[in-house]
Structures are given as structure tokens and as C-alpha cells.
């Protein structure tokens, strides 16, 4: 790299005076608008979603949905290519899917400024599993900056951009979910109106063909040993000496709390968690006792410094599961206990599916039919827990149909019979659609169910390509699922409305007993998006069967010697009288 020093502050200069409470989504999607981005691209996921649902209300920025994380990663690399500052926002799993052409575009480089927030989701609140996205920033040579507040959400984010085309390099923003969803004053400024910058074309930069990968790749390793010893003198990594008895490196939340739960420890806070700082953590290291790393998931920051001979603790401390606290950080360090709650204090609220949800009859359809169910991720995976009790297996986005093809390879046809895959509209769009393809080729015996319930539902409701409106709402091209899938090859394609439970379980024996790949469409509005308005349904001589219960309705409540319905949330689907085996469940009165 020709440059010899990165001229970033800490602090972009602001233009304005107000402030307000953000989100650390929100104050991410500010920092964008004021860096002047021009396109923002993404897929929602918890807990990033905010994002671009904020960024989403900037008519300066040219918003949308994409299918998937790969695809809004190339798009944001083509704006970037094209001239013009753009980011895409996911959650960690989310960088998965977008890794393919992230870690190429490591090698290419950028044009304008590119940004990738991936928030990650300690604890896993609404997540199949607890992965670190620092890995990716260190398999990938890409920086990675991680915020501990709002107000740094908003100014990270301007560095990143700065970052990204002073280094000609795509920039991480790590949020964690305590930073994505905790409010806090945020400064605000003025956008900058930045014009796109012009477009060259250069193959040898931007066509990654093995001669040209392998140029790149050296650029790739001198812009990473530039940044490494740039980032001792970052500001963005800030020292600050107390009682150096003891000494903590973090970063991000666990700054915040580390604060609160030792607050005259002496902190190394790091605003840059790749590559790390590691002259100014042996000077820190230099000056106290004891040091200690306090980071949440993998030991990661902990690890090098180990490497490098810095004598340091911290996972023997915290563990690598979880969310970290103030509690656990006390509890841990200063041997204080941690406070004990009683089952009063923290009443049980698991997870259900709304009442009038539809994806309810297929699975209890499922149930009792004793199908095996090649599950998939959505607000249905809730279904695998009792009394619904319909799911087998949940991997990971648009996995539900791989999963069934392999089951029939190692179990034979017959086995395939009995099992469905099942998986959301937007899911099948994101990524269902390629293993469709798969499984009709490889010519299996597979049953597809597609929940179409007209909206990505379980991160609140955004559109997608079959819902028919764009981000803003506005009308869109629709995909029309059925000759989707009979455009894939496949011959027989049904569907059905979920709350006619007859035909649910018709159409799930008919389709099962085939000896090819065919598909039930099972079509209604999420709950939450149906407006009408339907009398709630009441119970007139229960016998107190149960056989309703096994719905598993939050409408539905069982008493010591009958069940009722709860008026106030029912909505009228009726499917309980459907399932009702002595007709005592009616349509009543709507107040």
C-alpha cells in the first residue's frame, strides 16, 4: 500500500445540533445517510432488520429487499463497482449465505465505499446458533470495526465508509444484539451529497480469473499489514488508565458492561476488532498487574494476544457461551454472587404461534398424519414443540428440501413417502428454489409444502418477491409460485387454504403417495396482516376431550373441567370446530 498513514477520526465533524434516541440499527442506517450512501440492499434478519427498514426512509437512498444475502451483497458490490457508496445489513447467519462473494471481493477491491453490518445474536434470542463473525472478518482479510453505543453506531459507520475506499476494501460493522436494539443519544449531521465517482474498467482488478486473483491477493496481504500497525494509532482503540491493578481489553457491549461491573478497572476499549491493535495492547498490557479479556462468544481477541506472549486471561472466566452482564462479569471476576430469582419472578412465556396463524392446520395436518417434517427456518419452527409436535429436523435457511432429498437417498423411496419438506414463501424464494431444482432432477419422491402466508413474517412482517409490494410498500412484480415450480419440472402443484383442515389432509395423502416431486401451496395472510374481521368462536357442553388443545391455540384455554375460548384473542378461523369431535365448538357473536 503507497499510504503511510489513514487520516481517521473518531469523531466525524458534525454540521448539526440535534440529537436524538436511536437504536443502534437506526443510528447505523444515520451514519450511512450522512456518509452519503446511495444504495442499500439487504435481507432482514433479527437483529438487523432496523437497518434497512430505517435507511428504507431516506429518499436520497435507493432501498430494497433482496432474495437472499448473496444477492445483496453482490448488489451493493455493483453499486460500489459503479461508483456510488453502498452497504448491506444481515445477521450472522445471514453472512454465511453472503460469503461467497464477500471474501472474492476482499481480493477486488472497491470503487466507492462498501459496508457489511452483520449483527450477531449472543445468547441466539432468535437464532439457530451462536457463531462469532469475527472469524469471517479474519478468513476474509477484511476490517472490522464494532460499536458499543448508538452515538458509535452512527460514527463508525461514516469511518467504515472512509475506511473502505482509503483501503479499497469492503469494511465490517459487527453489532451485537444489545447494540442493535438498546436506545441512546445520538448527535446528529448533515448527509453528504458525494457524486458517484466514475467507473473504468480495469479486468485485472476486477476479474477475479486465478492470474488476476493471485496479484490481488498480494494487495490483499499488504493492505492487512498496513492496517495492523495503522490501528495502534486509531483512535477508534482508546486507553484508559484508573487503578492498574487490573486491566481489561474489550470491546463493543461488553465495554458497557465491564464499566458498570468494575469501574476502576483500567480498559483497553478496541473500536477495531480485526486486526488488532497489538503494539498498543502490549502497552497497555506493560502498564497493569493483571489483564484480563472480557469478550463475548469465542475467545478470539484472547487467543492472539496469547499468541503474540501477552499473559492474559479471560474464557476460564466467562465461557464462550451466552450473553455476558454486568452480574456475570462480577459474578466471575470479584466472586460477587449472582442474584437468584425465584420461578415467581420470571413467569414462563415460550414462543406460540399467533392465534389464526395459518401455518396451524398444516402442522397439526402433519401431526396427524405421523409424517416425518424436514423443517426449515420461520415464525413455523415453532411447531416442533408441543403438542404440535410436527418438526424433525431445522438446519438452516431453504435447507428443508436437501434435507428430504437426502433422507430418501439413505432410506429409499418408501421413507420419502412419509416425509414433507416444508418451508416458508420468502424462504423458498431466499433459498428453496435451487433445491427444488436438485430434487427434481435427481428425480425424487419428495412432497415440497410451501407456507405462503404473503410476507416475511417472522423478522415483522417485510415484503419479499412473491408478496408483490417493494420495501416501501409500493406495488411490485409478483412471483407467481406455482409456474415457478412447475417451471422447475414440477408436475403436480396444489393448492390449498390452511384452515380447511380436510383438504390440508387430503391433499398431504394424495401428494405423499406419489412417486415424483410435487408441491402443496398452502395459501392465507399471516394473521397479523388479515383484517377481517370474524366472530370469536365459543364452546357450548365441552366434554373436555382436549382434542382442541392439541391446536395449540393461545385462544384456546384449558379450565380444571372444561376448555374456553378466549373472546378477546380468538379471530375466527375455525379450526378448533373442525377439530372439535363432538360439534360443542360454534361461531359466536362478535361484540
Not at 462479569?329 to 420461578?343: F, G, T, V, W
Not at 412419509?418 to 428453496?432: R, Y
Not at 415484503?463 to 411490485?476: E, F, L, R, T, Y
Not at 412417486?515 to 366472530?535: F, G, H, T, Y
Request: charged content about 25%; overall charge negative.
Amino acid at each position: 500500500m503507497e499510504k503511510n498513514d489513514l487520516s481517521l477520526s473518531q469523531e466525524s465533524e458534525e454540521r448539526g445540533e440535534e440529537t436524538a434516541l436511536l437504536l443502534g440499527n437506526e443510528a447505523v442506517a444515520q451514519g450511512a445517510w450522512e456518509a452519503g450512501v446511495k444504495v442499500v440492499s439487504s435481507y432482514p434478519g433479527t437483529p438487523s432488520t432496523e437497518i434497512t427498514e430505517t435507511a428504507a426512509k431516506f429518499p436520497e437512498v435507493n432501498v430494497q429487499w433482496a432474495s437472499n444475502e448473496k444477492v445483496a451483497t453482490e448488489v451493493v458490490f455493483g453499486a460500489a463497482l459503479a461508483g456510488a457508496r453502498a452497504m448491506t445489513c444481515m445477521k450472522h447467519v445471514g453472512v454465511n449465505v453472503a460469503a461467497d462473494p464477500l471474501f472474492t471481493a476482499a481480493y477486488t477491491g472497491v470503487n466507492a465505499g462498501m459496508v457489511v453490518c452483520c449483527a450477531d445474536d449472543p445468547a441466539m434470542h432468535s437464532s439457530q446458533n451462536e457463531q462469532d463473525s469475527r472469524y469471517y472478518a479474519r478468513a476474509a482479510h477484511i476490517p472490522m470495526l464494532e460499536p458499543a453505543d448508538s452515538q458509535e453506531c452512527k460514527d463508525f459507520t461514516k469511518l467504515a465508509f472512509q475506511m473502505s475506499e482509503d483501503l479499497d476494501t469492503p469494511v465490517f460493522i459487527r453489532l451485537t444484539t444489545r447494540v442493535s436494539h438498546a436506545r441512546s443519544v445520538v448527535t446528529l449531521g448533515v448527509r453528504d451529497e458525494l457524486s458517484v465517482k466514475p467507473y473504468h474498467k480495469d479486468a485485472m482488478k476486477y476479474v477475479m480469473m486465478p492470474g488476476m486473483a493471485r496479484k490481488r491477493h498480494l494487495d490483499v496481504q499488504k493492505r492487512e499489514e498496513f492496517l495492523t500497525e495503522a490501528a495502534n494509532t486509531l483512535p477508534i482503540n482508546v486507553m484508559k488508565l484508573r487503578d492498574t491493578s487490573m486491566g481489561v481489553v474489550t470491546s463493543g457491549i461488553c465495554y458497557q458492561y465491564v464499566r458498570d461491573a468494575l469501574p476502576n478497572a483500567s480498559t483497553l476499549k478496541l473500536g477495531m476488532v480485526y486486526p488488532l491493535p497489538m503494539k498498543l495492547i502490549e502497552n497497555f498490557a506493560s502498564k497493569v498487574d493483571r489483564l484480563i479479556v472480557i469478550e463475548e462468544l469465542e475467545g478470539l481477541i484472547e487467543r492472539d494476544m496469547k499468541a503474540a506472549g501477552i499473559a492474559c486471561e479471560g474464557k476460564k472466566y466467562t465461557g464462550i457461551q451466552g450473553e455476558l452482564s454486568v452480574e456475570r462479569i462480577q459474578s466471575a471476576l470479584l466472586n460477587k454472587p449472582m442474584p437468584e430469582l425465584s420461578a415467581n419472578d420470571l413467569p414462563a412465556r415460550p414462543p406460540v404461534l399467533c392465534p389464526g396463524c395459518p401455518h396451524r392446520g398444516v402442522f397439526y395436518a402433519f401431526n396427524r398424519l405421523g409424517l416425518r417434517v424436514m423443517g426449515d427456518i420461520g415464525c413455523y419452527t415453532l411447531s416442533a414443540l408441543a403438542p404440535l409436535s410436527a418438526m424433525d429436523a431445522c438446519l438452516c435457511m431453504g435447507a428443508s428440501i436437501g434435507m428430504a432429498s437426502g433422507a430418501e437417498r439413505a432410506q429409499g423411496r418408501e421413507f420419502s413417502k412419509g416425509t414433507v419438506a416444508v418451508l416458508g414463501d420468502s424462504t423458498f424464494i431466499h433459498s428453496g428454489i435451487t433445491s427444488l431444482v436438485d430434487a427434481v432432477y435427481n428425480q425424487e419422491a419428495i412432497t415440497v409444502v410451501i407456507l405462503d402466508n404473503r410476507i416475511t413474517g417472522m423478522t415483522g412482517h417485510q415484503q419479499n418477491p412473491a408478496s408483490g409490494k417493494d420495501i416501501h410498500g409500493n406495488p411490485a412484480p409478483a412471483v407467481d409460485l406455482e409456474k415457478l415450480c412447475e417451471s422447475c419440472g414440477v408436475k403436480h402443484v396444489t393448492v390449498v387454504d390452511p384452515f380447511d383442515l380436510k383438504a390440508v389432509e387430503k391433499a398431504l395423502r394424495e401428494e405423499t403417495a406419489r412417486d415424483e416431486v410435487s408441491v402443496i401451496i398452502a395459501r392465507r395472510p399471516c394473521a397479523l396482516l388479515d383484517k377481517i374481521v370474524r366472530p370469536p368462536y365459543v364452546i357450548e357442553n365441552c366434554k373436555n376431550c382436549g382434542a382442541c388443545m392439541k391446536l395449540s391455540c393461545p385462544a384456546i384455554e384449558h379450565r380444571e373441567d372444561r376448555v374456553e375460548i378466549n373472546a378477546s384473542l380468538c379471530i375466527g378461523c375455525g379450526m378448533c370446530a373442525q377439530v372439535c369431535p363432538f360439534k360443542a365448538i360454534r361461531e359466536g357473536v362478535r361484540a
